[in-house]
């Protein structure tokens, strides 16, 4: 499997994960790690478009 196909993966669970912190842990807990996990996600989209484009496997279906 191709890397950005598992970086879009990631991000699919990611968002459950995020939902799952903001209602399981305490405010004071959940907004850093919510922050870091949105700026992580973040960067994944990013790093997914340069390496979908550097090796050529760039599609419409991706975008």
């Known amino acids: 499997m191709p890397l950005p196909y598992i970086l879009i ?4 669970l990611l968002a459950p ?3 799952w912190i903001a209602y399981a ?6 907004r850093p790690a ?5 700026v992580v996600g ?6 997914d ?3 979908a484009r550097h ?3 760039s599609t ?4």
Do not use: N
């Open 9 to 12: 993966l990631f991000r699919f």
């Open 17 to 19: 994960a995020i939902l």
């Open 42 to 47: 973040l960067l994944s989209d990013i790093f």
């Open 49 to 51: 478009g340069i390496i």
């Open 55 to 57: 090796r050529g496997i």
């Open 34 to 38: 919510i922050v870091i996990a949105i």
């Open 60 to 63: 419409v279906k991706m975008r």
């Open 25 to 30: 842990t305490p405010e004071s807990v959940a």
